[in-house]
């Protein structure tokens, strides 16, 4: 239970980041006296982060009822994962929980109400030591409401640090749009204490904690949701010029001249100068970015992402369970979730595909990282290393399994393709509707920006040694709003397929446009589940997030039960409603 769960503080008692172990818990009048205990305990937010009961719901809540998937091996032992594939979610859905978001919340919430007061005795304490933890920890708290919202929409917002068992926990759900706000206030105001760069010897830590890149990253994709589309394409922009800014020093750091001076510029054509990580520019064999992204982790693209250690199973360390158990590993390729056929149909088609471009064929290395038509499988995050072998115009595969217990895949929050598309969403929306000369004029400078940015990860994905043969979008296709907008959405869903986050993306395209017909065309492409039903229950707006669960609504008063779902017990559960 959420709120009930907030007095669960806890810390790790670990000297490095990664270093996950066992919790206990604290008693707080022992404990806040210097530095490591404040960095204990920040720790401890980051390490319940990837506990499996966060990192199932990330998943779950941002994939699962999208057209990306359906049904897979097994799928009747997990009878909840099986009723959210099927749309018959109800109260009682164990993934309707939240108290693991509110946990990490409420470590939050006690780091920003005592390291104040470690600050005041421990000299070594200082107030930038101070400052850059409180925006580490309010980043980290705002990320949790932020998936809460997008999830069950209005929800209980509280700042507070619940520590005592007299303090009372039974908040009203606040509405989506004052959260919202909140949050975005929360991140305005912190965001100049937070870290820039970590030192070059803890290079994992630029990726796995918060930073300035982090906290703009959010600040853009909350902008978005908020329909401001000015600050979403200034802080896109920020968190570009500083990832272009890192490459160049790393550079000239190293003197990494890779090749000659003629393959450095196509590397940059290739990528239209933004610093996406590459796959070979010579050969046949294709697929190596996947692994220095996905596996390796702190890769140049990437923003922030949860760590997993390197073959956890043997240090004894947190694995990335969820993925060994809803996508598959080496010993059950298949997991409890497969691709849809909607998605594998892609690969095997020779026009009208659904996702994927004609104009790239089969060759486009995501129809291959993403998932495997042959055995219908996700292997992106399963798998840790994928060959793409494009000597002919059917390409073979071949993949490297993680085994059941040995998943060290990183989940990516953000990357810089995910930035660089919502920017591109964003000058959409900043396009007028119409096909006139004025109309032409007014998004010519829009429609060019929006492409260059999905023509960069587009080629950047494309089976091709050599950059004419990549370049397979034409700007000449794509000079209307409606049709740059629709290529934006169908370069997310392939791009970050898998990532838990065309759910979510559904979601903001139904409240910004008001209709639930985009979400209604998607259920409806999954084979596994009811048409003519999800056609009727998709009408609703309220459907399109989740319900509350039903033990949560027994101890706080003040939920209003989403009207959409049933409580999923056989007789209907009173309800005082606090005005």
Partial sequence: ????????????????????????????????????????????????????????????????????????????????????????????????????????????????????????????????????????????????????????????????AFTDDDQVMDLPATPFATVLEYLIADLEKV??????????????????????????????????????????????????????EVDEENRKKNNRQTGSASSQAQLQARLNGYPLVNDRLSGNQFGDYYEEIFVDGASKETIFELMYEDRPESSGRVNNSAISSYYGNSTNKKGLLAPSTYITEDIAATSGRNVFEDTNKKIDSRLYVNCSSDDGVITKYAVDVVSINASSTDPKTSYGWFSEKNNGSKWIIYRLPDIMLLKAEALCQQMVEGNDSIALATNKPKLDAAFQLVNAINKRAICKATLADADTLKPANYTTKHLMEELVIRERQRELMFEGKRWYDLVRYAMRENSTSRIMSAASKRDDVNKQFVQSFFKKMDAIFWPYNNEEMKVNQNLIPNPAFSSGESTSMEKTTKQ
């Avoid at 996950?20 to 006296?33: A, C, M």
């Avoid at 859905?93 to 919430?109: E, H, L, P």
């Avoid at 990726?207 to 600040?219: N, Q």
Wanted: glycine share 6%; charged share 25%; hydrophobic share 35%.
């Fill in 1 to 160: 239970m959420g709120l009930m769960g907030l007095m669960g503080l806890t810390q790790t008692g670990c000297s490095d980041f990664l270093e996950i172990k066992p919790q206990t818990e604290i008693i707080l009048e022992d404990f806040w006296n210097e530095k490591a205990d404040v960095e204990n305990v920040v720790t401890g937010c980051y390490s319940a982060l990837l506990e499996s009961d966060v990192r199932n719901r990330m998943m779950v809540w941002g994939e699962v009822r999208s057209e990306n998937v359906m049904s897979g091996q097994n799928i009747n032992n997990n009878v909840d994962l099986y009723n959210v594939l099927k749309e018959n979610i109800t109260a009682m859905n164990s993934f309707t929980k939240w108290d693991a978001f509110y946990d990490v919340i409420n470590r939050c919430n006690t780091v920003i109400k005592y390291a104040p007061g470690v600050a005041e005795i421990d000299p070594g304490y200082t107030e930038g030591d101070l400052k850059a933890n409180i925006a580490e920890v309010s980043a980290l708290r705002d990320l949790c409401y932020f998936y809460l919202i997008r999830t069950f929409r209005d929800v209980p917002y509280s700042t507070e």
């Fill in 191 to 244: 965001k100049n204490d937070a870290v820039t760069r970590y030192p070059e010897t803890k290079p994992r830590y630029q990726t796995g904690r918060i930073t300035k890149d982090v906290i703009h990253a959010m600040l853009c994709e909350m902008y978005l949701w908020k329909k401001d589309y000015d600050n979403c394409i200034r802080y896109a922009d920020l968190v570009i010029a500083s990832k272009k």
